[in-house]
């Protein structure tokens, strides 16, 4: 099933409609769609798909003749213009190279080739290249050095990002919000991990049937994901693991780890940059002096769980006791620990309210203030410093008159005075809790009703 994209797609329609051919690099994490997205814009269209393997450019060129049916060629240079001259006549002829950074490992002998063969249809429409790589942080940070000065041909980047709550819902249309929130927090917005997800399965079935087996098809997932870019994979799982366990100081991974300061620095940049984790801020129009810094945290959902509680628990689930593990491992804590995609998601929510209009003020800027007493897990601002405040109870018991005051305790502590004041429950909220937000002017949410 097909699902969002809209945005991209469009972008791609509208590259194929211009009267100059392009070339266009379509990149993204591993899972996240990007050859499913190619695939259904070639579908109506004169396209050829091709992956790069990752060998040597004399066995690259092999496949490449057998696959297009251009066994005669020479070169790479014969193999371009013979598929073209072989599909011209059919429209404007759309190639895709996934993986594209395997054809530019072994020499320029593919590279010169292509520029030549695209130099000679730059001009006269016939041709769209979609260039695809799951190398985030190669596609960012070196590419472009390789590349050289053919970089100008490139009419621009399409960044696939995983799916946000609204898609994720799209995708997942038989299951209620609270428990897509629950399975965002295990997968995040990945479709290839979602497409495994069965709606008609309970919680648990999904839970043991996708990592608490030997079988488990995501069991080694996550290790394989960080194998394809990073190396020293020993010392990245050792950062991830001290990041699961809650310690998002820098000082607290130094004392857990044993590594240097300047040693973890460089692999939480390396690991930022390959989008597994982020650097936390605090929002800047708040009191300072009450803030949390020099905090860190797993950015993806599915690392996030990984790490919390299937590394630490890999020796039981490989002994077979799977269940045990879910029951005593993950069970008792996983409320809590989907609190932050509970929070991700009251954020978009929020959002999409005010693109829309819907919220008393119009916001400009969207973010978290992480306070030495507490977060405020969605904070806005106007153009003219009017402030939103968002936060959101994951608990399974009814949000009652005791979290309305915790939150008014970290509000105050923040030095500030908002202009709207949002909570969201997971359960709902007790009949006092709904009173004295109707005093104090509070807007109350459950997630049944987002």
Known sequence: MFTGRTQELERLEGLYGAQRSGIIVLYGRSGIGKTTLACRFLEDKNGVYYVARRVTAKEQLNVMKNEWDTASAEDFYEAFSR??????????????????????????????????????????????????SSSVSWVENEMTTVLGSAVRLLQGFIKLKEFSFMELAGYHKQSDVRDNIYTRAVLGGVPEYLRLWKEEESFKTNIMELFLSKEAPLLSEAE?????????????????????????????????????????????KNLTEQGCTEKLFSFDSMDQRSAQKGLYRIREPFLRFWYRFIYPNLSGILAGAGEQVYEEKIAPYFTEFAKEAFSDVCGEYLQVLNRYEKLQNRYDSFGVWYGKDGKIDVVAKTEDGKLLVGFCDCSEEHTGTDVLSHQKMIIENAGIHPAEWFCFSMQGFTGEAQAEAETVGISLVCAKDM
Do not use: C, M, P
């Not at 059919?90 to 395997?102: A, I, P, S």
């Not at 994901?225 to 100081?249: D, F, M, V």
């Open 83 to 132: 598929l073209y001259e072989s599909r011209k006549y059919q429209g404007k002829l759309v190639l895709v190279l996934d993986e594209f950074r395997n054809l530019l490992e072994d020499g320029t002998e593919f590279w010169t080739a292509f520029l030549r063969f695209y130099a000679e249809h730059h001009g006269d429409g016939s041709l769209l290249v979609l260039l695809l």
């Open 224 to 268: 394989g994901y960080l194998k394809k870019e990073l190396r020293e994979l020993s010392a990245y799982n050792t950062i991830l693991a001290t990041l699961a366990q809650g310690k998002y100081k820098l000082n607290d991974i130094y004392a857990h780890t044993g590594f240097s300061r300047a040693k973890i620095s460089v692999y939480l």
